[in-house]
Structure formats: C-alpha cells, structure tokens
C-alpha cells in the first residue's frame, strides 16, 4: 500500500480521502490545436456518426430479412458448401493445385500462417520510426499485395459458386434447391466398374457407386455429357472439383470413356 | 436532487477522479472529423464496437429463444424468425452485424496499419487487436452452424474439413470442435458453448485491455 500523508484525513474508517476534487472539466486552451474533451464534446459527434451508421444497419435489417435455408440435412448431395463469405478468400486458396493435395501444408499453414504471422508481428518486422506509408514501401507495398489477393480470391470464390449454383439450376444459399439439381437420383442397387473402383480421389466427393457427395450424382452421366468433355473435366476441374486429381492421361481417358458409357 | 445524490456518493467512494479521467481524455485535433473530414478514418474503431455491442445486445435476445440442440435449433429460429414480434429483425441485426463487425475491424486494421499507428510504444496493442480479430473470426465461424440449416451445416462442414488437414494438431483441433465423429448434436452444443460463453469472455477480456491501453497511452499524433 502506498504511504499515506499523516495530515490525510479519511472518510470514517476508509481509505476514501475526505479531500474532495472538484468536478469540472479543466480549460483545454492549453493543449495544441483544436483538441477538444471527450465528455461530452466528442462522444456527442461520435454517437451522430453512429447513428448515421445505425440508422444505415437498421434499413438494410428491415430490408433484408436474414435467410434461412432447409433444416440441416447431411444426406442432402445437391447442396453447394461454401464458408460464410469472409472466410472465402482462406477457402479459394485451397483451391488452387499448388496448395492442395500434397501441398495442402502450403495452403493451409504456409500461405495464411506467414501472413497473419507477419501481421501479428508488424511492430518488430517494420521498426522504423517513420509512419507515412510512402515513407515505408516495404510494408505498405506488401499490406497493399494482401488486399489485392484477399479481394481477388474472394471475388474468384464468389463468382465460381455463383457459376455453380446457375449451372446446377439450384441456389445453395438459400432456398430449396430444384429438381434440376439432382438430375439422376441416386440408386442404391447401382454397382460402379472396377475402372472406378480404382479411383479414390474420386470416390471421396461421388460416393463408392457415384451416389454423389460433395460432388454430383455420375450414374447416368453419360447421358449429359461425352467423353471428351468428361475427360476434360477430370483434368481442369469443376466448380468445387479440384483440376488435375488423376495425371495418368491414358487413365483419364479409360475413366471417361467408362462414365459416359453410363446412361 | 441529482447533485445531492452524487455528492453522496462521491463522499463515501471518491469517483470524481475516476469520471474525470473517463470524461477529460482529450480528443486532439487530427482525429476529429468535425475539423479534418479526411479524420473519418478514426471512426471505424469506434463503429466496431458500437456494432459489437449490438451484437452483444441482439445476441443476448436471440438468445430468449434459441434452443442448442439439433431437433429444436433449427425449429427455434424459424419460429423466431417467422412468429416473435420483431423477431426478424432482431436475427437481421445480429446476422448482418456479423458481417459489418468484420468489415469495420478490417477497415480499422488499414487504418491503424496505413498510419503506421502500431509502432514503438503501441505494439502490445496492436497484438491484443490482432487477437481480437482472430476472436471475432471465431465467433463468426462458430455462430454459423447455430441456426442448424443447410447453409450452415455444410459451411461447417467444410470449415471442419479443412481444420481437419491442418498437419499435427489439425485431426485434434476438429475432434474437440465436432465432440465425436460427425458434424452432429454435440457440435452444435460445442459450438453454442463457444460463442456464446468462452469466446466472447475472452472478448471482452481483449477489449477491456485494447480501450485500458489506449486510454493510457494516448491516440498515436499526427503523421
């Protein structure tokens, strides 16, 4: 406990000094500028700003109902995942072959760890004492390469499933998606080829006898699309599908002869 | 009348020092919009946590009639969403709160960054804002899968997924979020708990000390 004057008198028994400090605000013409106190100068604009701002939140909550989709429902194919929009940009990253599959660690860890690593550490990554950004071209070169990836990835991963969703005729946003959707309902009694069998990297999003999963149904694929377009499809990628999954062309061919064999 | 009640507060608990220095901090003139416009760029802290409060506010609401569990949440919203007076806009608020909370740390953190705001003596500061945003994330990810409808079943879904292939501790990370093999009943229970208790007393913990530090250190000069 701090040392107490000996001439200090208290409120009865407490520590409350009986000395009282007058409640008024103290002149600011000694400070630079046009500084101006908190209370209740400041706080005044401030809260005009905020309710600009709240006036603003409270249109667009009226106008815009939150969505509410179906109940959950884990068994439900034709449903397009995707990550609320401001994780989009971590999740398009992973799309990308260079930092998935076998380099998962990169799109993972390596890429968003040593940004975000970077940005905790700002403070002893750029110890200069200057503060313009121009004055720092380092920092404010590489904060200004972030954004331009962050916005980047997140419109690519927005417009991809925009893309998606129209191709598939459903919204995965909200609403219940139409029949179009699924086009071939998945049968049970179907029994896939040993050519597809042969596939895990496959079977992990259509199902061990194309049912579907992540991905769509391909029971009766063949009759929507031939060969060629199958087969480029297992290369480039779709939408969700990850391009480049088989690197065996003569494999690729022999699978996409045998999915549009299906109709 | 209000005086004398103050005055008898003030005899036993000595606050006036205390409301001074809430009330005194002095707003300097670079900051202020009402003299620099350009200035407007301080406001985003500000505005985050006004629309951090909503939250909390709308939150602890929604909060009435929500149910965690996986046959009632998504009933609960519904009712809420569809039957409860004003209940739309109560979930409208914390939905798309949700959305702007992140868009104003994101502005506030160029603001900070682009002025260089962060350096010697403000560093733990802009670690403990660092933090927040990461709590805030997090609250965002967890308060998604609550309304139990596809969209965010499968966002978390995939959100697990990728947790998942995190190297070492990424299988670890998603046993403890889902509570068992599948995205299911204890994940919602999971998630409820997190948002709505564990994150957000880290939360305000992680604010109380960003505004402590701010208050002492004073907003950074002019550049």
């Given at each position: ?45 401030e809260?005009?700003v905020a309710?600009?701002c709240l006036?603003?939140f ?28 401001y ?177 | ?39 407007f760029v301080y406001c985003f802290g500000g505005l985050t946590f006004f629309i951090t409060v909503i939250q909390i ?40 709160g949700a959305s702007l909370v992140i868009v104003m740390m994101f502005l506030h953190t160029l603001r900070v ?12 500061n802009?670690?403990v804002g660092v933090l927040i945003f990461f709590v805030m994330l997090?609250l965002g ?62 939360l305000?913990?992680l604010l109380?000390?960003h505004f402590?530090?701010i ?9």
């Amino acid at each position: 406990m701090a040392k107490q004057d000996k001439d200090a008198t208290f409120v009865g028994d407490s520590r409350v000094s009986a000395k009282r400090i007058p409640n008024i605000s103290p002149s600011y013409s000694d400070f630079p500028g046009k500084t101006e106190p908190f209370w209740p100068n400041f706080l005044l604009k401030e809260w005009m700003v905020a309710a600009v701002c709240l006036v603003g939140f409270l249109i667009l909550t009226v106008s815009h109902p939150s969505p509410l989709t179906d109940k959950a429902n884990p068994n439900d194919t034709s449903f397009l995942p995707l990550p609320d929009w401001y994780f989009l940009f971590l999740y398009q990253l992973l799309k990308y072959p260079w930092a998935a599959g076998d380099w998962v660690v990169i799109g993972i860890i390596g890429i968003p760890g040593i940004a975000f690593g970077a940005l905790m550490l700002a403070p002893w990554l750029d110890t200069g004492k200057e503060r313009r950004p121009s004055k720092r071209p380092v920092a404010t070169g590489l904060m200004l390469t972030a954004l331009v990836a962050i916005f980047y990835l997140t419109w690519t991963a927005n417009d991809q499933a925009n893309h998606l969703k129209h191709k598939s005729g459903g919204e995965g946003g909200g609403g219940t998606p139409p029949a179009a959707a699924a086009p071939a309902p998945a049968d049970s009694s179907f029994k896939a080829d040993a050519v597809w069998k042969a596939q895990a990297s496959c079977m992990g999003c259509h199902g061990g006898n194309m049912e579907g999963g992540m991905g769509p149904n391909l029971q009766k694929i063949g009759s929507e699309l031939d060969a060629t377009q199958i087969a480029d499809i297992i290369k480039n990628g779709k939408g969700q599908m990850p391009p480049g999954l088989i690197k065996d062309d003569a494999e690729i061919q022999k699978l996409a002869e045998y999915l549009a064999s299906l109709k | 009348m209000m005086q004398k009640m103050y005055d008898w507060v003030d005899e036993r608990l000595n606050i006036t020092p205390m409301w001074r220095d809430l009330a005194d901090h002095e707003v300097p003139e670079h900051v202020n919009p009402a003299h620099h416009f350009s200035a407007f760029v301080y406001c985003f802290g500000g505005l985050t946590f006004f629309i951090t409060v909503i939250q909390i506010l709308s939150g602890m609401f929604l909060t009435m009639y929500y149910v965690p569990d996986i046959i009632n949440a998504y009933e609960s919203v519904k009712y809420l969403q569809n039957e409860v007076a004003f209940g739309s806009i109560v979930r409208a608020m914390h939905h798309w709160g949700a959305s702007l909370v992140i868009v104003m740390m994101f502005l506030h953190t160029l603001r900070v960054f682009f002025t260089g705001a962060y350096k010697k003596p403000r560093e733990l500061n802009w670690v403990v804002g660092v933090l927040i945003f990461f709590v805030m994330l997090g609250l965002g990810f967890t308060g998604y899968l609550l309304p139990w409808d596809n969209t965010a079943y499968f966002a978390t879904k995939v959100g697990l997924q990728i947790a998942d292939s995190v190297p070492f501790i990424g299988p670890y990370a998603k046993m403890l979020l889902t509570g068992g093999e599948i995205v299911g009943a204890q994940t919602l229970t999971r998630f409820f708990a997190i948002h709505v208790f564990f994150l957000p007393a880290g939360l305000f913990a992680l604010l109380a000390a960003h505004f402590v530090m701010i208050r002492s250190q004073g907003i950074s000069g002019p550049l």
